[in-house]
């Protein structure tokens, strides 16, 4: 453990501690206890967790031992964002009209971990509903921005050390913007590859499952549990042979940093003798987010919380009453021709896959904002996670402020581990070129 030293057993990533463990060179209960002491001493100022109980904790790892199928992961600490259901933990969905709700079954990914033996350290804060709209967490590297929305404490407990991974839900950009305005990776699994049953809640066309860590081999290890893979695969490290470079039509809101990023990574993919294509996507793109996008994402929220709606609309965030309200003048035709309409527009991307093997987008506007009650008006997210493929967020770059900057790759539908693979490729390339990840870009 030479490369780890100097390091606390909450600073290492999952796959670091698997080998410790593996080694006996520490124990879970050690793990647990470096983690729940960045815990004490950051989250007072953080404010990642919502639930946190360490009896709950202790019997956790009293029942470690009885579990008969254990994965790799198994005595790793994990984060769990309050929007899945689990049934030793309160699950109150970020939202002030479910206090101390509790159900008595686990979402489905949240019991295919817990018989995976991860441990389940807590619950992380949500924004209301896991929608936009701000919510209490802040940003490890600078307390006055914010962390992102709507997996904020997911991604920030990952990022200020105090557990190795955690999970998230993307409805628009819930994983990818909050992973690079924290710095950290994160993922984005295609449609329905990893399971959403039993989220209350869900919007069925779109919600997604991912998860947050600190490198890509994590990433993997965690998809393959989530999947019932056989687990502890390594990354393969594959180049893709095509990288389209796609800007969307938002570039002209990036900031100035991001674009750089964006540049800097051509450049040295260049280097690197990838082959590089500059992609503009075809008009139905637009027109698909131009109304399409917002009227699945309303319809399919009215939907899901009917009953929140009659019986406590007016305690709702303004978003949330605007997104309801927004259907005033929608019908039922209006939804199905959305539907449609994202439909015909992922076949149009299916076939440029059929020429690209990952797509390089930025993650997010720019570095975290400093209005924490700001919803941004433009994104790199919604428009992916309509077209239902595997997103990654890549943290490699610095802003002048020492601020994440992260960059997107993106993948066909289904075609998760090629596209971790491609990754892991793609960052081997970028580290030798630039000599050390992340990059600070410069004023």
Same mark, same amino acid.
């Given at each position: 453990?030479?490369?780890?030293?100097?390091?606390?057993?909450?600073?290492?990533?999952?796959?670091?501690?698997?080998?410790?463990?593996?080694?006996?060179?520490?124990?879970?209960?050690?793990?647990?206890?470096?983690?729940?002491?960045?815990?004490?001493?950051?989250?007072?100022?953080?404010?990642?967790?919502?639930?946190?109980?360490?009896?709950?904790?202790? !019997?956790?790892?009293?029942?470690?031992?009885?579990?008969?199928?254990?994965?790799?992961?198994?005595?790793?600490?994990?984060?769990?964002?309050?929007?899945? #259901?689990?049934?030793?933990?309160?699950?109150?969905?970020?939202?002030?009209?479910?206090?101390?709700?509790?159900?008595?079954?686990?979402?489905?990914?949240?019991?295919?971990?817990?018989?995976?033996?991860?441990?389940?350290?807590?619950?992380?804060?949500?924004?209301?509903?896991?929608?936009?709209?701000?919510?209490?967490?802040?940003?490890?590297?600078?307390?006055?921005?914010?962390?992102?929305?709507?997996?904020?404490?997911?991604?920030?407990?990952?990022? #200020? =050390?105090?557990? /190795?991974?955690?999970?998230?839900?993307?409805?628009?950009?819930?994983?990818?913007?909050?992973? $690079?305005?924290?710095?950290? =990776?994160?993922?984005?699994? *295609?449609?329905?590859?990893?399971?959403?049953?039993?989220?209350?809640?869900?919007? /069925?066309?779109?919600?997604?499952?991912?998860?947050?860590?600190?490198?890509?081999?994590?990433?993997?290890?965690?998809?393959?549990?989530?999947?019932?893979? !056989?687990?502890?695969?390594?990354?393969?490290?594959?180049? /893709?042979?095509?990288?389209?470079?796609?800007?969307?039509?938002?570039?002209?809101?990036?900031?100035?940093?991001?674009?750089?990023?964006?540049? !800097?990574?051509?450049?040295?993919?260049?280097?690197?003798?990838?082959?590089?294509?500059?992609?503009?996507? /075809?008009?139905?793109?637009?027109?698909?987010?131009?109304?399409?996008?917002?009227?699945? =994402?309303?319809?399919?929220?009215?939907?899901?919380?009917?009953?929140?709606?009659?019986?406590?609309?007016?305690?709702?965030?303004?978003?949330?009453?605007?997104?309801?309200?927004?259907?005033? #003048?929608?019908?039922?035709?209006?939804?199905?021709?959305?539907?449609?309409?994202?439909?015909?527009?992922?076949?149009?991307? !299916?076939?440029?896959?059929?020429?690209?093997?990952?797509?390089?987008?930025?993650?997010?506007?720019?570095?975290?904002? $400093?209005?924490?009650?700001?919803?941004?008006? =433009? $994104?790199?997210?919604?428009?992916?996670?309509?077209?239902?493929?595997?997103?990654?967020?890549?943290?490699?770059?610095?802003?002048?402020?020492?601020?994440?900057?992260?960059?997107?790759?993106?993948?066909?539908?289904?075609? #998760?581990?090629?596209?971790?693979?491609?990754?892991?490729?793609?960052?081997?390339?970028?580290? *030798?070129?630039?000599?050390?990840?992340?990059?600070?870009?410069?004023?």
């Amino acid at each position: 453990m030479s490369s780890n030293q100097n390091k606390t057993l909450n600073q290492l990533t999952a796959i670091e501690l698997v080998t410790m463990l593996k080694n006996k060179e520490c124990s879970p209960s050690q793990i647990v206890d470096a983690c729940l002491e960045q815990i004490r001493l950051r989250n007072p100022q953080i404010k990642a967790w919502k639930f946190l109980d360490e009896n709950i904790i202790q !019997k956790q790892l009293r029942s470690l031992g009885s579990i008969e199928q254990k994965s790799v992961l198994a005595g790793i600490p994990m984060a769990i964002k309050d929007n899945f #259901d689990t049934f030793d933990m309160p699950t109150e969905y970020g939202t002030n009209i479910y206090p101390g709700h509790q159900t008595d079954t686990d979402s489905a990914s949240i019991k295919i971990l817990r018989q995976a033996g991860i441990l389940f350290l807590g619950k992380t804060v949500t924004s209301e509903f896991a929608g936009p709209f701000p919510g209490p967490t802040l940003n490890p590297h600078d307390i006055t921005r914010t962390p992102g929305v709507s997996s904020m404490g997911s991604a920030a407990s990952v990022a #200020d =050390y105090m557990v /190795p991974l955690s999970n998230g839900t993307q409805t628009g950009g819930s994983i990818i913007r909050p992973a $690079s305005l924290c710095g950290i =990776y994160g993922y984005k699994g *295609s449609f329905d590859h990893i399971s959403g049953q039993g989220i209350k809640h869900i919007k /069925p066309s779109i919600d997604t499952v991912g998860h947050f860590a600190r490198c890509l081999e994590d990433i993997e290890l965690l998809r393959q549990v989530l999947t019932k893979e !056989k687990d502890n695969q390594p990354l393969e490290s594959k180049a /893709p042979k095509n990288i389209g470079i796609c800007k969307t039509s938002s570039w002209h809101a990036a900031s100035h940093d991001t674009m750089t990023a964006i540049n !800097k990574t051509t450049e040295a993919l260049h280097v690197a003798n990838y082959n590089i294509n500059e992609i503009e996507l /075809p008009k139905e793109f637009d027109l698909l987010m131009e109304r399409s996008f917002q009227i699945i =994402y309303s319809w399919e929220l009215r939907e899901a919380h009917s009953d929140e709606i009659k019986n406590h609309f007016s305690r709702f965030n303004p978003w949330f009453r605007w997104a309801i309200n927004y259907l005033n #003048d929608i019908t039922n035709q209006d939804y199905l021709d959305a539907l449609q309409e994202a439909k015909q527009t992922r076949n149009i991307l !299916k076939n440029i896959f059929n020429e690209i093997d990952v797509i390089i987008t930025p993650s997010a506007i720019g570095e975290a904002p $400093s209005d924490l009650t700001e919803i941004p008006k =433009y $994104s790199f997210n919604h428009l992916w996670t309509l077209m239902y493929v595997p997103c990654i967020n890549l943290p490699f770059y610095l802003s002048p402020n020492s601020l994440p900057i992260g960059i997107q790759a993106i993948g066909p539908q289904n075609q #998760d581990r090629q596209l971790l693979n491609h990754c892991k490729a793609i960052e081997t390339d970028m580290r *030798s070129h630039f000599g050390a990840l992340p990059v600070k870009i410069k004023v």
